[in-house]
Protein backbone atom coordinates (compact mmCIF):
# COMPACT_ATOMS: atom_id res chain seq x y z
CA UNK A 1 0.00 0.00 0.00
CA UNK A 2 1.07 3.53 -0.85
CA UNK A 3 1.62 5.62 2.06
CA UNK A 4 -0.09 9.29 1.16
CA UNK A 5 -0.65 10.69 4.13
CA UNK A 6 2.18 13.10 4.29
CA UNK A 7 0.77 14.54 0.63
CA UNK A 8 -2.42 14.76 1.62
CA UNK A 9 -1.33 16.67 4.79
CA UNK A 10 0.98 19.21 3.41
CA UNK A 11 -1.56 19.66 0.62
CA UNK A 12 -4.08 21.13 3.14
CA UNK A 13 -1.11 23.13 4.83
CA UNK A 14 -0.30 24.59 1.53
CA UNK A 15 -3.38 26.22 -0.57
CA UNK A 16 -2.31 27.52 -3.28
CA UNK A 17 -1.46 31.20 -1.97
CA UNK A 18 -0.53 33.29 -5.02
CA UNK A 19 0.58 37.34 -5.62
CA UNK A 20 2.26 39.64 -7.70
CA UNK A 21 4.42 42.36 -7.06
CA UNK A 22 7.15 43.87 -9.26
CA UNK A 23 10.80 44.26 -8.84
CA UNK A 24 13.14 45.18 -11.13
CA UNK A 25 16.72 43.09 -12.25
CA UNK A 26 19.17 45.37 -14.55
CA UNK A 27 22.21 44.12 -16.40
CA UNK A 28 24.87 43.72 -12.99
CA UNK A 29 27.93 44.11 -15.58
CA UNK A 30 26.73 46.03 -19.03
CA UNK A 31 30.36 45.51 -20.35
CA UNK A 32 30.57 41.92 -20.23
CA UNK A 33 28.62 39.04 -22.07
CA UNK A 34 29.43 35.34 -21.31
CA UNK A 35 29.07 31.71 -23.71
CA UNK A 36 26.69 29.68 -22.30
CA UNK A 37 26.98 30.97 -18.88
CA UNK A 38 25.44 27.86 -16.05
CA UNK A 39 26.67 29.12 -12.70
CA UNK A 40 27.72 32.12 -10.63
CA UNK A 41 29.63 31.59 -7.69
CA UNK A 42 32.10 34.10 -5.40
CA UNK A 43 35.27 32.47 -3.32
CA UNK A 44 34.24 34.07 0.14
CA UNK A 45 37.84 35.28 0.38
CA UNK A 46 36.92 39.15 1.02
CA UNK A 47 38.08 39.92 -2.60
CA UNK A 48 34.80 40.65 -4.25
CA UNK A 49 35.20 38.71 -7.07
CA UNK A 50 32.63 36.68 -8.78
CA UNK A 51 33.34 33.52 -10.85
CA UNK A 52 31.12 32.44 -13.74
CA UNK A 53 30.96 28.83 -15.40
CA UNK A 54 30.54 28.29 -18.85
CA UNK A 55 29.33 25.55 -20.19
CA UNK A 56 31.94 24.31 -22.75
CA UNK A 57 34.51 24.58 -19.28
CA UNK A 58 35.55 27.65 -18.74
CA UNK A 59 35.30 29.61 -15.37
CA UNK A 60 35.55 33.19 -15.97
CA UNK A 61 36.79 35.83 -12.96
CA UNK A 62 36.13 39.38 -12.85
CA UNK A 63 35.93 42.31 -10.07
CA UNK A 64 32.15 42.64 -8.33
CA UNK A 65 32.70 46.34 -10.57
CA UNK A 66 29.63 47.77 -12.49
CA UNK A 67 31.63 48.97 -15.10
CA UNK A 68 33.89 46.09 -15.43
CA UNK A 69 35.07 45.05 -19.34
CA UNK A 70 37.06 42.27 -19.26
CA UNK A 71 37.18 38.94 -17.58
CA UNK A 72 39.92 36.59 -17.03
CA UNK A 73 39.66 32.91 -17.43
CA UNK A 74 40.04 31.30 -14.14
CA UNK A 75 40.04 27.66 -15.65
CA UNK A 76 39.65 26.07 -18.54
CA UNK A 77 39.11 22.29 -19.04
CA UNK A 78 37.44 22.14 -22.53
CA UNK A 79 39.74 19.42 -22.98
CA UNK A 80 38.14 17.41 -20.94
CA UNK A 81 34.62 18.55 -20.56
CA UNK A 82 31.72 17.32 -23.22
CA UNK A 83 29.16 20.06 -23.63
CA UNK A 84 26.10 20.63 -25.42
CA UNK A 85 22.67 20.21 -24.56
CA UNK A 86 22.64 19.35 -20.75
CA UNK A 87 26.22 17.92 -20.76
CA UNK A 88 29.27 20.52 -19.95
CA UNK A 89 31.47 22.03 -16.70
CA UNK A 90 27.46 22.67 -14.65
CA UNK A 91 28.87 23.24 -11.32
CA UNK A 92 31.46 25.10 -9.30
CA UNK A 93 31.91 25.01 -5.03
CA UNK A 94 34.74 26.97 -2.96
CA UNK A 95 35.78 24.90 -0.13
CA UNK A 96 34.97 26.76 2.77
CA UNK A 97 38.64 27.67 4.35
CA UNK A 98 39.33 28.34 0.38
CA UNK A 99 41.35 31.36 1.33
CA UNK A 100 43.77 29.37 3.17
CA UNK A 101 44.08 26.11 0.82
CA UNK A 102 42.85 27.42 -2.47
CA UNK A 103 41.07 24.62 -2.77
CA UNK A 104 37.85 24.16 -5.48
CA UNK A 105 35.12 21.87 -6.28
CA UNK A 106 33.72 21.33 -10.15
CA UNK A 107 30.92 19.04 -11.31
CA UNK A 108 31.00 18.32 -15.06
CA UNK A 109 30.53 15.23 -17.54
CA UNK A 110 33.21 13.67 -19.69
CA UNK A 111 33.07 11.29 -22.42
CA UNK A 112 35.56 8.58 -21.88
CA UNK A 113 35.67 5.88 -21.06
CA UNK A 114 31.98 6.54 -21.71
CA UNK A 115 29.62 8.94 -20.69
CA UNK A 116 30.04 9.83 -17.06
CA UNK A 117 29.83 12.65 -14.59
CA UNK A 118 32.96 13.44 -12.16
CA UNK A 119 33.57 15.84 -9.25
CA UNK A 120 36.76 17.07 -9.08
CA UNK A 121 39.18 19.31 -6.86
CA UNK A 122 41.32 21.69 -8.10
CA UNK A 123 43.55 24.26 -6.50
CA UNK A 124 44.28 27.53 -6.84
CA UNK A 125 48.14 28.79 -8.58
CA UNK A 126 50.48 29.73 -6.02
CA UNK A 127 51.40 32.77 -8.37
CA UNK A 128 48.60 34.22 -9.94
CA UNK A 129 45.07 34.36 -7.78
CA UNK A 130 43.21 34.62 -10.51
CA UNK A 131 44.30 31.23 -12.28
CA UNK A 132 43.83 27.79 -11.40
CA UNK A 133 46.22 25.15 -11.96
CA UNK A 134 44.30 22.93 -14.82
CA UNK A 135 46.75 19.74 -14.07
CA UNK A 136 46.30 20.08 -10.06
CA UNK A 137 42.95 18.35 -11.03
CA UNK A 138 42.13 15.16 -7.96
CA UNK A 139 39.24 13.54 -9.35
CA UNK A 140 37.01 12.42 -5.83
CA UNK A 141 33.97 10.58 -7.60
CA UNK A 142 32.67 9.30 -10.63
CA UNK A 143 29.22 7.79 -11.65
CA UNK A 144 28.30 6.78 -15.28
CA UNK A 145 25.02 8.87 -17.15
CA UNK A 146 23.07 6.20 -19.35
CA UNK A 147 21.57 9.15 -21.09
CA UNK A 148 22.82 12.39 -22.04
CA UNK A 149 20.40 14.49 -19.94
CA UNK A 150 19.61 14.97 -16.40
CA UNK A 151 23.00 14.78 -14.88
CA UNK A 152 22.17 17.11 -12.11
CA UNK A 153 25.27 19.48 -11.82
CA UNK A 154 25.04 21.74 -8.29
CA UNK A 155 27.43 21.41 -5.51
CA UNK A 156 27.54 23.40 -2.45
CA UNK A 157 29.58 23.01 0.61
CA UNK A 158 26.79 22.99 3.89
CA UNK A 159 27.24 24.63 6.85
CA UNK A 160 28.52 21.44 8.44
CA UNK A 161 31.66 21.34 5.97
CA UNK A 162 30.83 18.60 3.86
CA UNK A 163 30.17 18.76 -0.38
CA UNK A 164 26.85 18.24 -1.29
CA UNK A 165 26.30 16.92 -4.57
CA UNK A 166 23.05 16.87 -7.26
CA UNK A 167 22.85 13.66 -9.41
CA UNK A 168 20.10 13.44 -11.95
CA UNK A 169 17.92 9.99 -12.84
CA UNK A 170 20.61 9.27 -15.24
CA UNK A 171 17.92 10.71 -18.14
CA UNK A 172 15.74 10.06 -21.12
CA UNK A 173 11.94 10.03 -19.97
CA UNK A 174 9.80 8.75 -16.81
CA UNK A 175 13.22 7.42 -15.59
CA UNK A 176 12.87 4.11 -17.21
CA UNK A 177 15.40 2.62 -14.77
CA UNK A 178 13.69 3.85 -11.78
CA UNK A 179 17.41 4.93 -10.61
CA UNK A 180 15.64 7.59 -8.21
CA UNK A 181 14.08 5.17 -5.93
CA UNK A 182 17.13 2.56 -6.38
CA UNK A 183 19.61 3.01 -3.19
CA UNK A 184 22.77 1.15 -4.58
CA UNK A 185 22.78 3.80 -7.43
CA UNK A 186 23.57 7.26 -6.66
CA UNK A 187 21.36 8.94 -9.54
CA UNK A 188 18.66 10.75 -8.70
CA UNK A 189 20.40 11.51 -5.42
CA UNK A 190 21.66 14.25 -3.60
CA UNK A 191 24.98 13.29 -2.47
CA UNK A 192 27.10 14.28 0.72
CA UNK A 193 30.43 13.74 0.98
CA UNK A 194 33.64 14.69 3.59
CA UNK A 195 36.17 16.28 1.20
CA UNK A 196 38.32 16.70 4.33
CA UNK A 197 38.82 13.32 5.74
CA UNK A 198 39.32 10.49 2.90
CA UNK A 199 38.74 6.97 4.39
CA UNK A 200 40.94 4.05 2.54
CA UNK A 201 40.43 3.58 -1.00
CA UNK A 202 38.61 6.76 -1.77
CA UNK A 203 39.50 10.26 -2.16
CA UNK A 204 36.92 11.74 0.37
CA UNK A 205 35.37 10.26 3.13
CA UNK A 206 31.59 9.58 4.66
CA UNK A 207 29.73 11.48 7.13
CA UNK A 208 28.97 9.43 10.02
CA UNK A 209 25.23 10.59 9.76
CA UNK A 210 24.21 9.69 6.09
CA UNK A 211 21.06 7.55 6.47
CA UNK A 212 22.81 4.65 4.82
CA UNK A 213 26.26 4.56 6.35
CA UNK A 214 25.60 1.54 8.77
CA UNK A 215 23.79 -0.50 6.22
CA UNK A 216 26.02 -4.00 6.08
CA UNK A 217 24.80 -4.32 2.25
CA UNK A 218 28.19 -3.69 0.10
CA UNK A 219 25.78 -2.79 -3.10
CA UNK A 220 24.25 0.28 -1.39
CA UNK A 221 25.79 3.91 -1.56
CA UNK A 222 26.50 5.16 1.44
CA UNK A 223 27.18 8.67 -0.25
CA UNK A 224 23.30 9.34 -0.49
CA UNK A 225 22.02 11.78 1.61
CA UNK A 226 18.50 11.78 0.47
CA UNK A 227 17.05 10.18 -2.81
CA UNK A 228 13.78 10.03 -5.30
CA UNK A 229 14.88 13.53 -7.18
CA UNK A 230 14.24 13.57 -10.92
CA UNK A 231 16.68 16.13 -11.87
CA UNK A 232 17.91 18.66 -9.44
CA UNK A 233 19.29 21.19 -11.45
CA UNK A 234 19.92 24.07 -8.67
CA UNK A 235 20.16 23.61 -4.95
CA UNK A 236 20.94 26.49 -2.35
CA UNK A 237 21.91 26.54 1.32
CA UNK A 238 20.19 29.23 3.70
CA UNK A 239 23.07 29.35 6.47
CA UNK A 240 20.50 31.46 8.85
CA UNK A 241 18.38 29.04 9.12
CA UNK A 242 20.82 25.86 7.88
CA UNK A 243 18.21 24.92 5.48
CA UNK A 244 18.63 23.65 2.26
CA UNK A 245 16.43 24.68 -0.15
CA UNK A 246 16.40 22.87 -4.07
CA UNK A 247 14.53 23.05 -7.23
CA UNK A 248 13.83 19.68 -8.76
CA UNK A 249 12.84 19.69 -12.55
CA UNK A 250 9.84 18.19 -13.27
CA UNK A 251 8.35 15.30 -16.17
CA UNK A 252 5.68 16.86 -17.85
CA UNK A 253 3.20 18.34 -15.80
CA UNK A 254 4.87 19.46 -12.50
CA UNK A 255 8.07 21.66 -10.79
CA UNK A 256 8.73 21.48 -6.95
CA UNK A 257 10.76 22.90 -4.57
CA UNK A 258 11.71 21.08 -1.93
CA UNK A 259 13.56 21.29 1.80
CA UNK A 260 16.24 18.74 1.57
CA UNK A 261 16.70 16.40 4.76
CA UNK A 262 18.40 13.85 5.63
CA UNK A 263 17.66 10.40 4.93
CA UNK A 264 14.08 11.53 3.15
CA UNK A 265 12.52 10.01 -0.52
CA UNK A 266 11.11 12.80 -2.30
CA UNK A 267 9.34 10.57 -4.22
CA UNK A 268 9.92 10.03 -7.94
CA UNK A 269 9.24 8.44 -10.25
CA UNK A 270 6.57 7.43 -7.98
CA UNK A 271 5.28 11.17 -7.88
CA UNK A 272 5.85 13.86 -9.81
CA UNK A 273 5.62 16.52 -7.42
CA UNK A 274 2.65 15.58 -5.24
CA UNK A 275 0.98 13.80 -8.06
CA UNK A 276 1.32 10.42 -8.58
CA UNK A 277 3.05 9.67 -11.94
CA UNK A 278 4.09 5.21 -12.00
CA UNK A 279 3.79 3.51 -8.89
CA UNK A 280 4.54 0.42 -9.72
CA UNK A 281 6.83 -1.14 -6.89
CA UNK A 282 6.02 1.85 -5.09
CA UNK A 283 5.54 1.31 -1.23
CA UNK A 284 7.66 3.67 0.72
CA UNK A 285 6.87 6.92 2.51
CA UNK A 286 7.92 10.00 0.86
CA UNK A 287 8.56 13.43 1.28
CA UNK A 288 6.25 16.14 -0.57
CA UNK A 289 7.20 19.13 -2.13
CA UNK A 290 6.99 22.63 0.01
CA UNK A 291 5.67 24.18 -2.75
CA UNK A 292 5.00 22.67 -7.13
CA UNK A 293 3.62 24.93 -10.13
CA UNK A 294 2.19 23.18 -13.31
CA UNK A 295 3.45 23.90 -16.71
CA UNK A 296 0.95 26.37 -17.67
CA UNK A 297 3.43 28.69 -15.88
CA UNK A 298 6.57 27.36 -16.42
CA UNK A 299 8.24 24.31 -17.72
CA UNK A 300 11.65 24.01 -16.24
CA UNK A 301 12.27 25.08 -12.65
CA UNK A 302 15.79 27.08 -11.62
CA UNK A 303 16.39 26.92 -8.06
CA UNK A 304 17.65 30.25 -6.24
CA UNK A 305 18.86 31.59 -2.70
CA UNK A 306 16.75 32.81 0.35
CA UNK A 307 17.61 36.83 -0.29
CA UNK A 308 20.00 37.48 2.86
CA UNK A 309 21.40 40.86 1.11
CA UNK A 310 20.44 44.48 2.04
CA UNK A 311 19.61 46.07 -1.52
CA UNK A 312 15.69 45.09 -1.23
CA UNK A 313 14.73 44.40 2.40
CA UNK A 314 11.13 43.74 0.94
CA UNK A 315 12.63 40.73 -0.13
CA UNK A 316 14.35 39.55 2.95
CA UNK A 317 14.33 35.75 3.87
CA UNK A 318 12.06 35.07 1.34
CA UNK A 319 13.09 32.23 -1.40
CA UNK A 320 13.87 33.52 -4.71
CA UNK A 321 13.79 31.13 -7.97
CA UNK A 322 12.71 31.29 -11.31
CA UNK A 323 11.99 29.02 -14.49
CA UNK A 324 14.28 28.51 -17.46
CA UNK A 325 11.53 28.65 -20.05
CA UNK A 326 8.81 31.38 -18.92
CA UNK A 327 11.60 33.56 -17.84
CA UNK A 328 9.21 34.13 -14.32
CA UNK A 329 11.06 34.67 -11.29
CA UNK A 330 9.26 34.39 -8.17
CA UNK A 331 9.96 35.24 -4.14
CA UNK A 332 8.17 32.19 -1.83
CA UNK A 333 7.78 32.58 1.85
CA UNK A 334 7.14 29.40 3.70
CA UNK A 335 7.79 28.60 7.19
CA UNK A 336 5.77 25.08 7.49
CA UNK A 337 3.94 26.93 9.98
CA UNK A 338 1.39 29.80 8.33
CA UNK A 339 -0.03 29.11 4.79
CA UNK A 340 3.23 29.46 2.00
CA UNK A 341 2.74 32.55 -0.06
CA UNK A 342 4.02 32.59 -3.88
CA UNK A 343 4.53 35.77 -5.06
CA UNK A 344 5.67 36.79 -8.87
CA UNK A 345 7.86 39.47 -8.96
CA UNK A 346 9.21 39.80 -12.45
CA UNK A 347 10.09 38.37 -16.28
CA UNK A 348 13.39 37.54 -16.91
CA UNK A 349 14.90 39.00 -19.97
CA UNK A 350 16.15 35.41 -20.87
CA UNK A 351 16.20 32.15 -20.05
CA UNK A 352 17.18 31.76 -16.48
CA UNK A 353 19.94 29.14 -16.27
CA UNK A 354 21.15 30.48 -12.42
CA UNK A 355 20.79 32.46 -9.10
CA UNK A 356 24.16 33.32 -6.93
CA UNK A 357 25.66 35.58 -4.30
CA UNK A 358 27.98 37.58 -3.78
CA UNK A 359 29.93 38.16 -0.55
CA UNK A 360 27.38 40.81 0.47
CA UNK A 361 24.57 38.21 -0.31
CA UNK A 362 23.24 40.17 -3.30
CA UNK A 363 21.24 37.70 -5.36
CA UNK A 364 22.66 37.22 -8.90
CA UNK A 365 20.32 36.23 -12.03
CA UNK A 366 22.39 34.36 -14.66
CA UNK A 367 20.64 33.97 -18.09
CA UNK A 368 21.64 31.87 -21.28
CA UNK A 369 21.46 35.25 -22.93
CA UNK A 370 25.33 36.01 -21.78
CA UNK A 371 23.86 38.34 -19.39
CA UNK A 372 24.36 38.26 -15.23
CA UNK A 373 21.48 40.67 -14.33
CA UNK A 374 20.54 42.16 -10.64
CA UNK A 375 18.00 43.43 -8.49
CA UNK A 376 17.66 47.68 -8.90
CA UNK A 377 17.94 48.18 -5.29
CA UNK A 378 14.90 49.65 -3.74
CA UNK A 379 16.52 51.49 -1.12
CA UNK A 380 18.84 54.77 -1.09
CA UNK A 381 22.64 55.79 0.38
CA UNK A 382 23.31 58.00 3.37
CA UNK A 383 26.52 58.01 5.09
CA UNK A 384 27.76 54.53 3.40
CA UNK A 385 24.75 52.79 3.88
CA UNK A 386 21.67 51.49 2.10
CA UNK A 387 18.33 52.61 4.24
CA UNK A 388 15.06 53.23 3.46
CA UNK A 389 13.40 56.53 3.81
CA UNK A 390 12.53 57.22 7.40
CA UNK A 391 12.87 54.00 9.52
CA UNK A 392 11.28 50.79 8.42
CA UNK A 393 10.61 47.49 11.09
CA UNK A 394 10.76 44.36 9.29
CA UNK A 395 9.61 41.01 10.41
CA UNK A 396 11.33 38.77 12.23
CA UNK A 397 12.29 35.57 10.38
CA UNK A 398 12.21 33.04 11.46
CA UNK A 399 8.72 32.89 12.49
CA UNK A 400 7.79 31.05 14.00
CA UNK A 401 11.17 30.65 15.61
CA UNK A 402 13.37 28.27 18.27
CA UNK A 403 15.72 29.10 19.74
CA UNK A 404 16.33 32.31 17.97
CA UNK A 405 15.09 34.67 15.23
CA UNK A 406 16.93 37.85 13.60
CA UNK A 407 15.38 41.29 13.62
CA UNK A 408 16.16 43.73 11.35
CA UNK A 409 15.61 47.30 10.82
CA UNK A 410 16.55 50.76 8.77
CA UNK A 411 17.02 54.02 10.56
CA UNK A 412 17.77 57.12 7.74
CA UNK A 413 19.57 59.38 9.69
CA UNK A 414 21.45 59.46 12.77
CA UNK A 415 19.00 58.59 15.90
CA UNK A 416 18.90 57.17 19.17
CA UNK A 417 17.50 53.56 18.84
CA UNK A 418 15.35 51.19 21.20
CA UNK A 419 14.48 47.93 20.65
CA UNK A 420 12.68 45.53 23.30
CA UNK A 421 11.19 42.35 22.96
CA UNK A 422 8.02 42.15 25.73
CA UNK A 423 5.79 38.69 26.64
CA UNK A 424 1.75 38.69 26.26
CA UNK A 425 1.23 40.31 29.49
CA UNK A 426 3.25 43.33 28.51
CA UNK A 427 6.75 42.30 30.90
CA UNK A 428 10.37 43.39 29.07
CA UNK A 429 11.54 40.22 28.01
CA UNK A 430 14.73 41.27 26.56
CA UNK A 431 16.53 44.88 25.44
CA UNK A 432 18.79 44.33 21.75
CA UNK A 433 19.34 48.09 21.22
CA UNK A 434 19.72 50.84 23.48
CA UNK A 435 22.41 53.41 21.75
CA UNK A 436 22.65 56.13 19.29
CA UNK A 437 23.16 54.84 15.45
CA UNK A 438 24.20 56.38 12.90
CA UNK A 439 21.84 55.80 9.26
CA UNK A 440 22.06 52.30 7.60
CA UNK A 441 20.04 48.80 7.81
CA UNK A 442 21.04 46.95 11.03
CA UNK A 443 20.21 43.20 12.47
CA UNK A 444 19.38 42.28 16.18
CA UNK A 445 19.51 38.63 16.97
CA UNK A 446 17.16 37.54 19.89
CA UNK A 447 17.71 33.93 21.43
CA UNK A 448 15.65 32.79 23.52
CA UNK A 449 17.80 30.77 25.55
CA UNK A 450 20.29 33.76 26.34
CA UNK A 451 18.91 34.90 29.63
CA UNK A 452 18.67 33.02 32.94
CA UNK A 453 14.60 33.14 32.87
CA UNK A 454 12.83 30.19 30.51
CA UNK A 455 11.11 31.49 27.46
CA UNK A 456 8.16 29.47 27.16
CA UNK A 457 6.55 28.73 24.08
CA UNK A 458 4.12 31.84 22.65
CA UNK A 459 3.44 35.17 21.47
CA UNK A 460 6.20 37.63 22.24
CA UNK A 461 6.45 41.23 20.60
CA UNK A 462 9.22 43.51 19.84
CA UNK A 463 9.35 47.10 19.59
CA UNK A 464 11.36 49.31 17.92
CA UNK A 465 11.31 53.34 19.10
CA UNK A 466 13.29 55.72 16.54
CA UNK A 467 13.32 59.01 17.85
CA UNK A 468 10.35 59.66 19.38
CA UNK A 469 8.58 57.38 16.84
CA UNK A 470 7.76 53.60 17.47
CA UNK A 471 6.17 50.54 15.32
CA UNK A 472 5.56 47.09 17.27
CA UNK A 473 5.36 43.44 15.35
CA UNK A 474 4.29 40.16 16.94
CA UNK A 475 6.49 37.18 16.62
CA UNK A 476 6.08 33.56 17.94
CA UNK A 477 8.17 31.25 19.96
CA UNK A 478 7.55 27.49 19.34
CA UNK A 479 9.56 25.07 21.49
Given at each position: ?120 RF ?77 P ?65 Y ?6 G ?13 E ?53 V ?7 A ?16 V ?18 H ?42 E ?51
Open positions: MIKKLKFVVITLLLLPITAIAQYNFEAAFPNLTFSSALDLQNACDGTNRLFVVEQAGRIKVFPNQTNISTTKTFLDITDRVTSGGEKGLLGLAFHPNYKSNGYFYVNYTSPTPTLRTVISKVSTTNPDSADKNSEQILLTYNQPYSNHNGGCLAFGPDGYLYIAAGDGGSGGDPQNNAQNITSLLGKIIRIDVDNPQLLNYGIPTTNPFVDSTNAAIRKEIYAWGMRNTWRFSFDFTTGLLWAGDVGQGDWEEVDIIQNGKNGWRCYESHTYNTANCNGVYPPIWEYSHSTGISITGGYVYRGQNVPELYGKYIYGDYGSKIVWALEYDAINPTNTQITTAGNITSFGIDENKELYLSFNGKIYKFTPTTTSVEGNVVNDFQLFQNYPNPFNPSTSIRYSISSHQFVLLKIYDVLGNVATLVNEERPAGIYEAIFNSESSTNYRSSGIYFYKLSVGSFAEIRKMILLK
